[in-house]
C-alpha cells in the first residue's frame, strides 16, 4: 500500500464505461493495465468486459497489479432477495478467484441512471416497506458477501432512491454495521448534496471503501440548469479527476487518514475517452496525489520499487 494503509486504484471508467459500453469499446483490457502501472497505481476495480478469472489474474500478475472490487446492481426491492441472491452469489465467487477485497452494491430499483431522465430532479423515493425490504436483503447479502472473504459495501449514487446524506443516514441506520459498509464517493455527494465532508464525518466508522471522483463546477451548473440526465451529464465533462474539478481533497484525504481509514482509494472519473485521454488524466490525478495528498516527498510504492 501506498502511505500506511492505502491502495491507490484507478477504475476502468475512464477507459470504458458499463453505463455506456459503446464508449472506448476499442481500449482492451492489456491497455487498460498497462496504462494503469504506467500511472503509478496499484490496482483497479472490475469492469464489465473483463474475462474469465484465470485470464484475468494471469494479465494482473504480469503487471503486479491487484483487484479492488466490483460494481453488482441490486434489484431487491423489485425482485427480493430469492431474485439477487444467485447472480450476487456467482459474482462473489468471481471476485473471491480475483482476489478482491469488496464487493459494491448499488440497489437500482426504480433507478434513473441509465435513462435520459433529469437526474437532478426525478430520482425515485423509497417508502417505508421499500426501505425495509432493501435493508433486510443487504444484511443478507453482506452475511453471504462474507462467506467468500468479501465485504460488501453500498454505493449511494445520483438518480437512484439512497442519493441523499439523508437516505445514506437511513441506509446505515437500517442495516447491521458488521454486515453493511459504506461506499464513500465524494463525487456522487457532492453532486447531490453540494458538499462531501459532513457526509464522510457522519458515517467515517462505517467506511470500507472510497470512490475518488472531482466535478467541475461550471459544467454542474449547466447540467442542472438543463435538467440533463445522468449520461448526458458525464458526456458534458461533469466528472474530472482529483486535481482537475472543484472539489478539495487535501481535506477529505486528512479525515480519512486521520481516523484511521484502511483500504482502497480508487480514482474515478466517467468521462467520454474521446474527449479525455485516459492516460493523460490518470497521470493528473496522479500528480495531484503525489503532490498535494502524499506532500510531495512520499511517493507511492509501485514508483519507490522501480
Ligand atoms: O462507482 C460507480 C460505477 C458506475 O457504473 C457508476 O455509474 C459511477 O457513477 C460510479 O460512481
Ligand atoms: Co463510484
Not at 266 to 274: C, G, L, S
Request: charged share 25%.
Amino acid at each position: 500500500m501506498s502511505g500506511p494503509n492505502i491502495a491507490w486504484g484507478i477504475a476502468p471508467i475512464g477507459w470504458r464505461n458499463d453505463d455506456m459500453p459503446e464508449i472506448g469499446a476499442g481500449n482492451t483490457l492489456q491497455h487498460l493495465l498497462s496504462d494503469i502501472v504506467v500511472a503509478g497505481f496499484e490496482g483497479t476495480e472490475v469492469g464489465g468486459f473483463f474475462p474469465e478469472a484465470s485470464v484475468l489474474n494471469k494479465e494482473l500478475e504480469l503487471r503486479r497489479l491487484r483487484i479492488a472490487g466490483q460494481w453488482f446492481s441490486s434489484y431487491l426491492i423489485r425482485d427480493g432477495l430469492p431474485g439477487v441472491i444467485d447472480s450476487f452469489r456467482t459474482q462473489c465467487e468471481y471476485l473471491r478467484q480475483v482476489k478482491a477485497d469488496v464487493i459494491v452494491v448499488s440497489e437500482q430499483t426504480r433507478s434513473i441512471q441509465g435513462t435520459d431522465r433529469d437526474v437532478f430532479a426525478e430520482k425515485p423515493y423509497f417508502d417505508d416497506a421499500e426501505w425495509d425490504a432493501l435493508c433486510r436483503g443487504l444484511n443478507e447479502l453482506g452475511a453471504a458477501a462474507a462467506e467468500y472473504g468479501l465485504r460488501l459495501v453500498y454505493h449511494h449514487h445520483m438518480g437512484t432512491g439512497v442519493q441523499t446524506a439523508e437516505e445514506i443516514d437511513r441506509l446505515m441506520d437500517g442495516t447491521d454495521a458488521s454486515r453493511v459498509s459504506l461506499l464513500y464517493d465524494t463525487g456522487h455527494i457532492f453532486v447531490s448534496d453540494g458538499g462531501c465532508l459532513p457526509l464522510l464525518r457522519k458515517h467515517i466508522g462505517r467506511i470500507g471503501h472510497v470512490h475518488f471522483k472531482d466535478a467541475r463546477r461550471t459544467v454542474l451548473d449547466d447540467c442542472r440548469r438543463d435538467g440533463r440526465s445522468f449520461m448526458q451529464s458525464f458526456l458534458s465533462g461533469m466528472f474530472t479527476v482529483p486535481g482537475d474539478g472543484c472539489i478539495d481533497f487535501r481535506d477529505v484525504y486528512a479525515e480519512l487518514i486521520g481516523s484511521g481509514y484502511r483500504g482502497w482509494i480508487v480514482i474515478e472519473a466517467e468521462q467520454d475517452p474521446d474527449v479525455a485521454h485516459p492516460l493523460e488524466y490518470a497521470l493528473i490525478a496522479r500528480r495531484y496525489i503525489d503532490e498535494h495528498l502524499l506532500g510531495g516527498a512520499q511517493t507511492n510504492t509501485r514508483r519507490t520499487q522501480a
